[in-house]
């Protein structure tokens, strides 16, 4: 159950990718996929795991249903400057299954000392089957002590500083991401699809991921992709 | 000027890769990149560009300034249901440098019908510097005229349909995006980071496009990436 697996970045194609599958994946209604957005937040690290989760429909029943939710129902404006209205704040988010939190601009500072930011995300996450956070979103996981025991990876130049912040954590560097139980951390960026693409075959299985990917141009299973899975 | 070159994709590095630059870009003002968004819009093809160009100022000045314009200001809600509000409309847009066109759910078939929205591109595309279609966008910058007697490409599945519906056309398959004059064409999906590198590049140079890279975990300049430029 806890087989250590680590595929190293290779130049050629590898025949090793391998993902074990996830035991009973409910079937009578769609998983529910939560985004947490705060101003700041990065549009890549939002909607790359966001589409291919919305994808996920088109391939299998029922699938995943995404939706963004925000501390308040007031418009966000991303990091580089897209408006969302969330669908959903604090106080009317529904029960979530997978919850997603990518990096903003403050996931390093202010953001932490946000109580009512983290003591959401202690709470859902704590009562979510999965919990991703994609680039700097791993500090708020951190913070909200979502990460106590486990692996974890977060953006490549904030590594340091992650590891300095969280001093009891084991930070893992040079993978796209890293699954440890309920919890997967990403480097994020254009890896973010990596991780996303990689839960829907844990979820689904590798047909789903690859029709996915193919709407998306993503080749999966991937030649190699860096990742620990604990 | 017009020199025929073919990246063809490799298992292994390849020294190959030489992008030309533009001549006489702006440096009094931001280049004024526009991104069309209408219902049905696809995130990541709207983003992936988007998130690079926005970038771009935090490695050169002054870099790229990007906006949405759709048809009214209107939310306008994403393939994926995400809700934007639009920057502009039609109406308030200012002037463009670079029109970035994704694809969207009805690309193919009742966005063609839509006169204003193609006319609205024919005539600021018309203007631009440059134009640059992911995915099926291709198709109503085509229904626009803007791709006449130029190379180009779309979604991989959909090639055979705008083969057909645009038989004039010489369109390019197995290739990531095509260049040609100022027409960039892309396949979109994952697939649309490349060809705004390959643009930022373009403008910058190598050690912006680097820098831009950098911030989204994407290597560059890449060790293979199959494109065509006319």
């Known amino acids: 159950m806890r087989a250590l697996a680590l595929l190293l970045l290779t130049s050629c194609a590898s025949n090793a990718w391998s993902v074990e599958r996830a035991t009973s994946?409910?079937?009578d209604r769609p998983l529910r996929a939560a985004f947490l957005i705060v101003d700041g937040v990065?549009?890549?690290?939002?909607?790359?795991?966001?589409?291919?989760?919305?994808?996920?429909?088109?391939?299998t029943k029922p699938g995943i249903e995404v939706f963004t939710v925000a501390p308040t129902k007031a418009p966000v404006t991303t990091f580089e400057?897209?408006?969302?209205?969330?669908?959903?704040?604090f106080a009317s988010a529904p029960d979530i299954d997978i919850l997603v939190v990518p990096s903003a601009e403050h996931s390093m500072d202010s953001d932490l000392e946000n109580e009512a930011l983290i003591e959401w995300?202690?709470?859902?996450?704590?009562?979510?089957?999965?919990?991703?956070?994609?680039?700097?979103?791993?500090?708020?996981?951190?913070?909200?002590?979502?990460v106590d025991g486990r692996w974890s990876t977060t953006f490549p130049s904030d590594q340091d500083r992650y590891a300095e912040m969280f001093p009891a954590l084991d930070v893992k560097r040079n993978v796209s991401f890293v699954h440890d139980?309920?919890?997967?951390?990403s480097e994020g960026g254009a890896?973010?699809?990596?991780?996303?693409?990689?839960?829907?075959?844990?979820l689904y299985g590798v047909e789903v991921a690859r029709g996915v990917g193919r709407g998306l141009i993503i080749e999966w299973p991937p030649s190699a992709m860096p990742h620990l899975v604990r």
Chains 1, 2 share one sequence.
């Open 25 to 27: 994946v409910a079937t």
């Open 42 to 59: 990065y549009n890549t690290e939002l909607t790359a795991p966001y589409d291919l989760f919305q994808h996920t429909v088109f391939h």
């Open 81 to 89: 400057g897209l408006v969302l209205t969330p669908h959903h704040d």
């Open 121 to 146: 995300v202690r709470e859902v996450g704590g009562r979510a089957r999965f919990v991703m956070s994609l680039c700097d979103g791993a500090f708020v996981l951190a913070k909200a002590g979502l």
């Open 181 to 185: 139980g309920k919890l997967l951390t």
């Open 191 to 202: 890896k973010s699809f990596d991780v996303a693409m990689y839960l829907i075959e844990h």
